[in-house]
C-alpha cells in the first residue's frame, strides 16, 4: 500500500474523511510557505497539496492564480518546491505537490520524480496531464514510488474514469464541477454522482475538489467522498491572517470533514 | 482552376497526425480532463461533417460567395525588384472577407458549431482578425459571440475591438499575466471548461490540443491547393520558395501543406523577430524556442529554465506568442520547413516597400513574410519564383504605422509605443505631404 492510500485507509478505518490542504509553495516567499503549509497540519489538515506556482495555469480561478503569480513575482524557482517539501515533511507533513505538466517536463521528469522523492514528497497531482499522455510520468513514478493522482470530470466517461482510477495510485481526484478553481457557496450536486461513478470502476480513495470553503461543504462533501479538498479558501485565508488564518481554517474544515455538520461555516 | 474551398477537408492528408494527435513527439492533449469529452466530440462531429456532402457544399457556398473565394495571386514585380530580381507571387487571403485568411477556419468551425447544437462561441485573439472573423460568422449563423483578447492588444488593435462590437460581439479584455494573447487564451480555456455544454471554443490557429492543429490547417489547406494550381498555371512550374509568418503557425501551415511533397520548394516561416532576438525581445518560438507543453499541445515554446512561459514581444500582436502549433514544430524537426526570424525593423520597412512600390497596405503580421520574401530573392537570384502568403490586409495596422513612422503630429517616432492614439490625433491626419522616410530607400526609422 502506498504512503497516501495507507492516510486515506487510516481515516477511513477512523470513519471520516481526509482533509487535503492546498496552498502554493513560494507564497508569499518560500519561508512564509513554509510556515503556512505548516500551520495547516497543525489545524489538521491530514494531507497536503503543494502548488507548483506557474505561468499560465488555466485550471485555477482569480484566487490561486493571483497567488502563483505573488509567487513568482518573489523570485520562486522550480527547486524550491522540494525545499519546501523537505522542511514541511520533517515538521510531519504529509505532501504530494499539484503542479502542471510543462514544469516538470523542463526539469526532466525523472529527475523531477528523483529529487522529490528525496526531499520526501509523495506524489504528484496534475492537472493538465491526463493518463493517456503520461507515459513518462507513470514510469518515473514507478521508478521512484510516488503515487499519481489523475482528474476525473463530472463530463467524464464511464471508459474514461475507468482508464483514469486505473492509472491513478494512491488517491483520485473528482472535480466536483465543471470549472476551475475558485471558493463557491454550495457544493456541486454533480459531485456526488460523479463519485458515485467513480466507486463502480476504483476501490481507490476519491477525493473531492474545486468550490469548498467551509465547514458544512466539508461535511457535506465527507458525506460521500475520502478527501475534502480545498485550495482558495486556504490562499484568501492566508492572505487576511495569515498562519492563524489558514490553522483556524483547518480545524474548522476538519470538525466537518469529521462529520460535525454543526460546526457553523 | 478547379480547387474547392472544401478539398482540404474532404481530402485526408497523407500528413495526418496520429488519432491521439501527435505530430510525432508534438501535439497530443494537455489538457484538463474536462475537456476532454468535448474534445472527443468535436472530433467525431469533424469527422462526419468532412464525409457529409451537405456540410462540403455549405462550406464552398460560403467560402465562394461571402468570403469570395478563390484569392487571387498578384505578380508584384517592382516589389520583385528589391528582392534581386526574384518574381514574387502573392497570395491575396488579404482580400477575403474579414481582411483575412482567418474566415478560412472560422466557417468551418461555426457551421460545426451549429451541428454540434452549442449557441455560443468563445474564441481567442491577439491582433483582432480571429476575434473579427469569428464575430462576423457567429453574426452571419446567429451565435453568441465573445472574445478573449489581451488588454495591450485592445489597445493596439482598437479599431479591431470596435468592428467586433458592432458586429454583436462581447469583448473581454484579459488583464493578467503579459495582458496579450497567451493570456486570452488561458481565459478562454477557463470559461471553456466551466461552460463547455453549451460553448464552442473557436479556436484560431493551429495549436491547442487535437483535434483543433489538424483540423484548423485543414480548413486552412485551400490557400496552398489554390497557389499551388495558380502559380502553376501562371508560371508553368512550382514555386522555388513558399514564405509565410509564423505566430501560431495557421496560414503559414495553410499554404506550405500543399508543397509538403514537393521536395524542390523550400518552405520558410517568417517569425517574429521584436527588437531582435539576440535582446531577448521577441516572439521566434521555433527559431530560439524549445520543446515543451503549452496551451494544450507538446511543441516547440519560449520558456525559462523553470518552464514557465516567457513573455513574447512583437510590434505584430498576431505573432505576439510564446508557442506556435506542433505541426511546425514537426516540420522544424524534420528539417522539411525552416523558420527564421524577422525583426519589427525590417518587417516595418517591408511594409512600406510594399506600400508604395506596389499599393498593398500588408497586416504587420504579414509584413514579415514580405520581408522574408525579399532576402529569399536577393539569396536565390532573379530566376527565383517566391510565393508568399499575404496573409492579411494592414487596415488595423494604420495607426502602428503612422506611429512607427512618425506620421502623427505631435508625436515623434521615437515616442511610438503602439499605444491606441485619441480621436483628436487621427482627425489631425498626417503631417507630412512630402514623402515619408518610410522606405527601403530612406531605411527604417528607428523607435
Known amino acids: 500500500m502506498s504512503a497516501v492510500e495507507d492516510l486515506f485507509a487510516g481515516t477511513r478505518a477512523e470513519g471520516r474523511a481526509a482533509l487535503v490542504g492546498y496552498l502554493p509553495a513560494g507564497y508569499p516567499s518560500v519561508d512564509g510557505s513554509v510556515e503556512l503549509l505548516s500551520a495547516m497540519v497543525e489545524g489538521g489538515c491530514d494531507l497536503l497539496e503543494i502548488g507548483v506556482p506557474y505561468s499560465d495555469p488555466v485550471m485555477d480561478g482569480p484566487t490561486i492564480q493571483a497567488a502563483a503569480d505573488t509567487a513568482l513575482r518573489a523570485g520562486f524557482r522550480l527547486r524550491d518546491v522540494f525545499t519546501v517539501v523537505e522542511r514541511v515533511a520533517a515538521a510531519g507533513g504529509r505532501a504530494m505537490v499539484m503542479t502542471y505538466y510543462n514544469p516538470v517536463l523542463r526539469y526532466g521528469v525523472d529527475a523531477f520524480a528523483r529529487d522529490f522523492a528525496s526531499a520526501g514528497g509523495l506524489g504528484l497531482i496534475t492537472p493538465d496531464l491526463i493518463p493517456d499522455e503520461a507515459d513518462e510520468w507513470l514510469a518515473a513514478s514507478d521508478a521512484h514510488g510516488l503515487d499519481r493522482t489523475f482528474l476525473v470530470a463530472p463530463s467524464s466517461s464511464e471508459e474514461r474514469i475507468e482508464s483514469t482510477a486505473r492509472a491513478s495510485r494512491g488517491f483520485l481526484y473528482a472535480t466536483s464541477t465543471m470549472g476551475v478553481t475558485g471558493a463557491r457557496d454550495a457544493v456541486a450536486s454533480a459531485a456526488p454522482e460523479l463519485v458515485e461513478r467513480c466507486r463502480r470502476h476504483t476501490a481507490l480513495a476519491i477525493g473531492v475538489g474545486l468550490g469548498v470553503r467551509s465547514a458544512a461543504q466539508a461535511a457535506e462533501v465527507a458525506s460521500f467522498a475520502d478527501g475534502v479538498i480545498v485550495g482558495s479558501a486556504f490562499v484568501t485565508a492566508a492572505e487576511r491572517a495569515g498562519a492563524r488564518g489558514v490553522r483556524d481554517l483547518a480545524a474548522e474544515l476538519a470538525a466537518g470533514a469529521r462529520g460535525g455538520a454543526t460546526v457553523g461555516a | ?447
Open chain 2, 1 to 447: 482552376m478547379d480547387v474547392k474551398a472544401s478539398d482540404g477537408v474532404a481530402h485526408p492528408s497523407e500528413h495526418d497526425p496520429d488519432e491521439r494527435g501527435h505530430f510525432g513527439r508534438y501535439g497530443g492533449r494537455f489538457v484538463p480532463e474536462a475537456l476532454i469529452a468535448a474534445l472527443d466530440e468535436l472530433s467525431v462531429f469533424y469527422q462526419k461533417a468532412r464525409a457529409d456532402p451537405d456540410f462540403l457544399d455549405e462550406l464552398d457556398r460560403l467560402q465562394r460567395d461571402y468570403t469570395g473565394r478563390p484569392s487571387p495571386l498578384t505578380d508584384v514585380p517592382k516589389l520583385g525588384e528589391h528582392a534581386g530580381g526574384a518574381r514574387i507571387l502573392l497570395k491575396r487571403e488579404d482580400l477575403n472577407h474579414t481582411g483575412s485568411h482567418k474566415i478560412n477556419n472560422v466557417l468551418g468551425q461555426a457551421l460545426l458549431t451549429k451541428r454540434m447544437g452549442k449557441k455560443r462561441v468563445i474564441a481567442e485573439t491577439g491582433a483582432g482578425q480571429h476575434g473579427v472573423a469569428t464575430a462576423t460568422a457567429c453574426a452571419l449563423l446567429g451565435l453568441e459571440c465573445v472574445v478573449y483578447m489581451g488588454e495591450v492588444d485592445t489597445e493596439r488593435q482598437a479599431l479591431n475591438v470596435a468592428r467586433m462590437r458592432l458586429l454583436g460581439a462581447t469583448v473581454i479584455p484579459v488583464k493578467t499575466g503579459s495582458r496579450t494573447l497567451k493570456d486570452a487564451i488561458n481565459e478562454a480555456l477557463r470559461d471553456w471548461v466551466t461552460n463547455v455544454d453549451e460553448t464552442h471554443y473557436l479556436l484560431g490557429t493551429v495549436a491547442g490540443p487535437h483535434p483543433f492543429p489538424a483540423m484548423v490547417r485543414d480548413f486552412h489547406r485551400v490557400i496552398g491547393m489554390e497557389a499551388r494550381a495558380q502559380v502553376l498555371e501562371r508560371v508553368g512550374r512550382l514555386p522555388d520558395a513558399v514564405a509565410a509568418c509564423v505566430g501560431g503557425g495557421s496560414n503559414a501551415i495553410g499554404i506550405f501543406h500543399a508543397f509538403i511533397d514537393d521536395p524542390g520548394v523550400r518552405l520558410v516561416g517568417f517569425e517574429p523577430g521584436g527588437d531582435g532576438v539576440e535582446t531577448g525581445r521577441h516572439g521566434a518560438t521555433l527559431s530560439e524556442g524549445s520543446p515543451g507543453a503549452l496551451h494544450g499541445a507538446m511543441s516547440y515554446l519560449l520558456q525559462d529554465e523553470d518552464g514557465q512561459t516567457a513573455e513574447s514581444h512583437s510590434i505584430s500582436a498576431g505573432l505576439d506568442y510564446p508557442g506556435v502549433g506542433p505541426e511546425h514544430a514537426l516540420l522544424k524537426d524534420l528539417g522539411r520547413a525552416e523558420y527564421t526570424p524577422v525583426t519589427d525593423a525590417e518587417a516595418m520597412e517591408a511594409f512600406a516597400l510594399l506600400c508604395r512600390t506596389e499599393g498593398i497596405i500588408p497586416a504587420i503580421e504579414s509584413a514579415h513574410a514580405i520581408a522574408g520574401a525579399l532576402r529569399l530573392g536577393r539569396e536565390l537570384g532573379p530566376d527565383a519564383v517566391i510565393l508568399v502568403n499575404l496573409s492579411g490586409r494592414g487596415d488595423k495596422d494604420v495607426d502602428t504605422a503612422a506611429r512607427w513612422f512618425g506620421m502623427i503630429e505631435g508625436e515623434s517616432a521615437a515616442e511610438a509605443s503602439g499605444t491606441a492614439i485619441a480621436e483628436s490625433d487621427l482627425s489631425r491626419g498626417p503631417t507630412q505631404d512630402e514623402p515619408s522616410p518610410a522606405g527601403a530607400d530612406t531605411g527604417a526609422v528607428q523607435r
